[in-house]
């Protein structure tokens, strides 16, 4: 898996103004009828005056993945439940990406490198 916490927090807000996603520069949006949900650094939402919905540690799993593998997501959920962890995942073309509660981004990388290991 080869999971990499990456620096500093970051966050998902919601977002009404379509013309606001190229200034902050997200890290991953997704648009429901409600609004258009945006997951940018911290310090972005706050120069913007973002409303935080929730506070991440960003985990890239460097492992190549194939986004019709069956298997891979529930198993990490699983992990990180099992240590109390909530994750919100994000796949993408090359990578699976997981966003947990700011603080429990190194626990996380813990329970990660162990699944890794088969302990």
Do not use: K
């Not at 998902?12 to 429901?32: K, S």
């Not at 540690?57 to 986004?67: E, H, K, M, P, Y």
């Not at 069956?70 to 966003?99: E, K, M, P, Q, Y």
């Amino acid at each position: 898996m080869q999971p990499v916490l990456h620096p500093g927090v970051h966050v998902f807000c919601l977002v009404h103004d379509a013309g606001a996603l190229a200034r902050l520069a997200p890290v991953a949006t997704l648009r429901e009828a409600e609004g258009t949900t945006v997951i940018v650094e911290e310090t972005v939402a706050l120069h913007y005056t973002l409303s935080p919905l929730f506070r991440a540690a960003w985990i890239t799993l460097r492992v190549n993945s194939d986004l019709a593998a069956v298997g891979l997501t529930a198993a990490v959920s699983r992990a990180l439940a099992d240590a109390g962890i909530s994750c919100n995942v994000v796949a993408a073309a090359h990578h699976d990406h997981l966003f947990v509660p700011a603080e429990r981004g190194s626990d996380a990388i813990d329970v990660l490198q162990c699944l890794q290991l088969g302990s």
